[in-house]
């Protein structure tokens, strides 16, 4: 195997706090990075390399993961450190930042610093998958020059799925992701009729085991109904800003069921539930 590509993480949140533990266990040299210090501070007895600013963080660096809140701070945050870039460096931007910041960003490198290989690559998974590696990879960009991120994506998820020029991944994100919140939206509300029969969660999960309905993010999604414990996998506010992303990039095409769930789970997020897991709309919908 050629030599490990040295690898700086921008945002050390849940998921980047996971791929930059599982590079350091893979005997990757990391640089992290996040505005918060302290999500950072466990991983140095791991051999982290943290620093000040994103700048520090980036140089030398072969790959620099960006795992940021949204699109704004993903741009910007890219954008301050775009001259410490190491010469032909790769850019992998991992967060959920939709269509428009998306292509903005391809073009803003482009310009800033053509040599720069851009790879958009979110990826299917929440904070669990991620601690374990599990998660799968969407990347788009010029594969024939992505030998060094794909040794990162190979130690910090089970696969890589190639999707073809850069943007084409977050769309597809956006796609998975308008799929879960709905499978998410009509596992509560099932849940809640199930109640109303006189039917445990137990017993709905028995009925679809087994069978093809039988999704083991249902299965996980039901015990955290019945343990009432929400702590957060992917957070109910960040999920509904991802549907809207999604009817944003929708444009002229209809997704009522879609425009339904944000109008619910924003009333859900304001009545304090956003914190949360988003299974947590059950509770709301039992208020």
């Not at 994506?153 to 799929?179: C, D, H, P, Y």
């Not at 955290?224 to 509904?240: C, K, N, Y």
């Not at 999604?246 to 879609?258: E, S, V």
């Amino acid at each position: 195997m050629s030599q490990q590509p040295v690898v700086a993480v921008l945002g050390l949140g849940a998921m980047g706090h996971a791929f930059a533990a599982n590079l350091l266990k893979k005997g990757f040299w990391v640089r992290g990075w996040n505005r918060t210090r302290a999500k950072g501070e466990d991983l140095l007895s791991a051999g982290l390399t943290l620093t000040d600013s994103a700048a520090q963080a980036v140089e030398g660096a072969d790959v620099v993961i960006a795992m940021l809140a949204d699109g704004a701070t993903t741009r910007q945050t890219l954008a301050d450190v775009s001259r410490a870039l190491k010469q032909g460096a790769t850019v992998a931007q991992m967060g959920t930042i939709g269509v428009d910041d998306t292509d903005a960003l391809i073009a803003e490198l482009q310009q800033a610093r053509p040599d720069i290989l851009f790879i958009d690559a979110p990826v299917s998974g929440t904070k669990a998958p991620a601690e374990n590696a599990q998660i799968l990879v969407m990347a788009s960009g010029d594969r024939s020059r992505a030998q060094a991120a794909e040794q990162v994506f190979a130690a910090i998820g089970k696969g890589t799925q190639w999707l073809g020029e850069a943007g084409a991944s977050s769309r597809m994100k956006l796609v998975v992701n308008s799929w879960l919140i709905g499978l998410m939206q009509s596992l509560a509300e099932s849940t809640r009729l199930a109640e109303q029969f006189g039917f445990s969660t137990d017993d709905l999960w028995r009925v679809l085991e087994g069978g093809p309905l039988a999704a083991p993010y249902a299965k996980a999604k039901l015990a955290m109904i019945e343990s009432g414990d929400f702590t957060p996998q992917m957070h109910l506010v960040w999920a509904l800003k991802d549907a809207k992303l999604a009817l944003d990039a929708a444009g002229d095409t209809r997704l009522p069921a879609l425009e339904n769930i944000v109008d619910v789970w924003q009333q859900a997020v304001d009545a304090g539930h956003g914190e949360q897991d988003l299974a947590a709309v059950y509770q709301y919908l039992k208020r």
